[in-house]
């Protein structure tokens, strides 16, 4: 059974650079059918879709986020990270890491807190 | 980008009664080369992470209950619970997966009436 783990700090001060780490078991990051993917939620509002990176290393960003973005992939560790600089109080939202089967998002990690404050 | 509307934004349904949530897509998210829509719809419950109901907009997710269904094609689309339990008491969003960046609908808040 696959399962996500997101992890990270709580809180980060706004202008820094927030790094999350989405640790995955149950299936290896390089499957070719796989695409990890990144997705935020600000409490009390809807989803919004961050970015994707493909088993090769491509990647997909969100252009309201993308030139603040990177997503990137460890095959040494099985992980893949997501990486957002320039905070502003607008980025306080749970982060969810998930894997997508043809795109489609079939499993989520729990999600993790991210406040933005100094 | 490619907007997903979803209506109603809440509705309040009876035990056992039918329950019909709709999202419209600002273009067709048919792929006329495998004519396959490129939508999923998940259900969130509070403190948890989305959960698959449907891709390819009819397809139903391993362990979904039947009384779900999804439906539509192009632009516009349907996710109906037939018979309405408790546990169905959730936010479902729509999302499409065509064209990134793949967004997803407002969400549609289900009560229990």
């Known amino acids: 059974q696959v399962q996500l783990q997101e992890s990270g700090p709580g809180l980060v001060k706004p202008s820094q650079t927030l790094s999350l780490t989405c640790t995955v078991s149950g299936a290896s990051i390089t499957s070719g059918n796989n695409i990890w993917s990144w997705i935020r939620q600000p409490a009390g509002k809807g989803l919004e879709w961050i970015g994707q990176i493909y088993s090769g290393g491509s990647t997909n960003y969100n252009p309201s986020l993308k030139s603040r973005v990177t997503i990137s992939v460890d095959t040494s560790t099985n992980h893949f990270s997501l990486n957002v600089s320039s905070l502003t109080a607008a980025d306080t939202a749970v982060y969810y890491c998930a894997r997508g089967l043809f795109r489609y998002l079939d499993c989520w990690g729990h999600g993790t807190l991210v406040t933005v404050s100094s | 980008d490619i907007v997903m509307t979803q209506s109603p934004d809440s509705l309040a349904v009876s035990l056992g009664e039918r329950a019909t949530i709709n999202c419209k897509s600002s273009?067709?998210?048919?792929?006329?080369?495998?004519?396959?829509?490129?939508l999923a719809w998940y259900q969130q419950k509070p403190g948890q992470p989305p959960k698959l109901l449907f891709y390819w907009a009819s397809t139903r997710q391993s362990g979904v209950p039947d009384r779900f269904s999804g439906s539509g094609s192009a632009t516009d689309f349907t996710l109906t619970i037939s018979s309405l339990q408790a546990e169905d008491a959730a936010v479902y969003y729509c999302q499409q997966y065509l064209a990134a960046p793949y967004t997803f609908g407002q969400g549609t808040m289900l009560e229990i009436k």
């Open positions: 273009q067709s998210i048919l792929y006329s080369s495998n004519n396959k829509n490129y």
